[in-house]
Structures are given as structure tokens and as C-alpha cells.
């Protein structure tokens, strides 16, 4: 099962961005009336005063003044290069994590795994989403660190209290011949069945305002319009990855104190484990 998908959040995160609707220059005045007006037309050529531009920019100029357009332009190039290239870097960093995922520490009783808070282990986001992330630019490197660390520092924080709580994995070991049950596969279940109490800190408000103080710059220009889009797209992004992720090949094991042939010749699993190896999300 892939992870979380590069197209769908770059999309969603310009949709959003789109809907901040910001127009350039932000405090704009047309000049009206005599002699500001005039002199405002007669200031441009007249092949200056009307250009073309595309309502699906992520900007839109105050006016069809050439520099209106332009600037609007230039900054569409800009952010919307930056929103897939962070795009990518984000769900990359999120797939190698997800390679390297694994459930540990499980108790199996009977058909039933139980995990505590904590149960599932996987690397810090931030290095992964580094490798890839924009930072040619001095501005880029500085949104994508911010980016960067507050989406690791959120994952922590979510995945730290991730639980299983009694899930039916391994239907086999109810009634199990023998007097240990070898390592045997979970049955595939959604992630989203793993609960963590803090889920909170994948929500949309969360995520930008956790992404603006690592920033820590006041003065920068649509910093916020742009964490307020990735945390938006990526919240709702994580949520359908959660649904569609399937738990597999979590190796579950454990004695059957109750086996006791000729008159007991099948018990359930009782004070089992598992084998805590990468993979049980990467399928």
C-alpha cells in the first residue's frame, strides 16, 4: 500500500493556498478621478496598461497593469515550484519512515495483540524530509527546515501514543495445536484501528501555527498562507493514508500453557509476542 501521495497533496495544498486569495501589490489603491486617474493612464503605454493572466495562479494582480501581472506571475512561478518540490520532500521523508516502521513490544492473548502507548518505533521525519526538500534559495531552506521540524516533531508526537488496542490478528492462535504457536503473520487491518491519543497534532491548526513559530520571522511575506495550506493538505492527506494503510506481517508468537495431549490437544496463546522487525508498513 503507498504512502501518502505527492500529487494529491501538492494539489490540495494549492487549492488551498488559492483560496487565501491574495492580490498583488496587498494594499493596492487605483488611483480614480482627475488628476491622479489621468495621470495614472498617461503614465503607461497603452500595451502596459492591459496583460493577460490566469485566474489559476496562486497570486492575482491588483490590476492588468504589465507589473501587476508580472510581479503575480513571478511569484506564482515561485511558490508554486516550492509547493511541489516540499510536496515531494514530505512524502518522501513519510515513505522512508514508513519502511522502516514496526510494531514492538505486543502482547498476544489469544487472538487479541495489545499494544501500549508507544508500541509502533520509526526514524525522526526531519533528516528525511531534508534530503529532499528545496533549500537552493536562503528562504527556501528556511521554510523547508521550519516545515521540516514541525511535522517531524508533530509525527513524534502522534506516533508516541499510537495503540493496539486488542485487535483480532491472529485468528489461529485461539485454538493452536501444539504447545507453541510459531511466528505467524497479523490479518491486515487499516492503521486508522490504531488509535493515538495524540491525533490532535495532525490537524490543520496545529500543524501551521506549530510551523510559523519555528519559522520565528514576522516580517516574511505569505509564510503563513503557505503553512496554513500544507497543514491543511497534509492533515487531510494523513487521515485518508491512515484509512487506506494496511497493517501486515506483524510475526505474532507464544506458548499454550493448556496444551496437554491426549486431553487438551488445542489451547489459546497465552503471554505472547511478536517479532519487532521493519515492514509492517511498507506492504
Not at 510581479?71 to 506564482?76: D, G, Q, R
Not at 491512515?242 to 499454550?256: A, D, E, F, H, T
Request: net charge positive; glycine share 8%.
Amino acid at each position: 500500500m503507498p504512502g501518502i501521495q505527492p500529487a494529491l497533496l501538492k494539489q490540495l495544498t494549492k487549492l488551498k493556498f488559492k483560496s487565501h486569495a491574495i492580490i498583488l501589490p496587498t494594499k493596492w489603491k487605483q488611483p480614480i478621478g482627475n488628476p491622479k486617474g489621468k495621470m495614472y493612464v498617461d503614465s503607461f503605454k497603452l500595451h502596459e496598461l492591459v496583460r493577460p493572466f490566469s485566474q489559476a495562479w496562486l497570486f492575482l494582480p491588483a490590476t492588468p497593469n504589465k507589473y501587476h501581472v508580472d510581479t503575480a506571475k513571478k511569484l506564482h512561478g515561485q511558490f508554486d515550484k516550492y509547493i511541489d518540490g516540499i510536496s515531494d520532500a514530505i512524502c518522501g521523508g513519510i515513505d522512508k519512515w514508513r519502511m522502516q516502521a514496526k510494531f514492538s513490544n505486543l502482547k498476544v492473548m489469544s487472538v487479541s495483540a495489545i499494544g501500549a502507548p508507544g508500541c509502533l518505533k520509526g526514524p525522526k521525519l526531519k533528516s528525511l524530509i531534508m534530503m529532499q526538500a528545496p533549500k537552493s534559495k536562503k528562504n527556501e531552506k528556511k521554510y523547508s527546515d521550519a516545515i521540516a521540524k514541525h511535522i517531524s516533531e508533530a509525527w513524534d508526537k502522534w506516533q508516541g501514543k499510537v495503540t493496539v488496542p486488542g485487535l483480532p490478528w491472529y485468528p489461529a492462535f485461539a485454538a493452536f495445536p501444539g504447545p507453541m504457536a510459531p511466528p505467524m503473520p497479523n490479518v491486515p487491518m487499516p492503521l486508522l484501528l490504531c488509535p493515538s491519543a495524540m491525533m490532535s497534532e495532525m490537524t490543520p491548526t496545529k500543524l501551521k501555527d506549530g510551523m510559523v513559530k519555528k519559522l520565528n520571522k514576522k516580517k516574511w511575506y505569505h509564510h503563513k498562507e503557505l503553512f496554513d495550506s500544507i497543514g491543511t493538505a497534509l492533515s487531510v492527506c494523513f487521515l485518508l493514508w491512515l484509512l487506506s494503510q494496511q497493517v501486515m506481517n506483524v510475526l505474532g508468537k507464544g506458548p499454550i500453557p493448556s496444551f496437554a495431549p491426549p486431553y487438551v490437544p488445542v489451547g489459546p496463546v497465552v503471554g505472547g509476542d511478536n517479532i519487532a522487525i521493519p515492514g509492517h508498513l511498507s506492504a
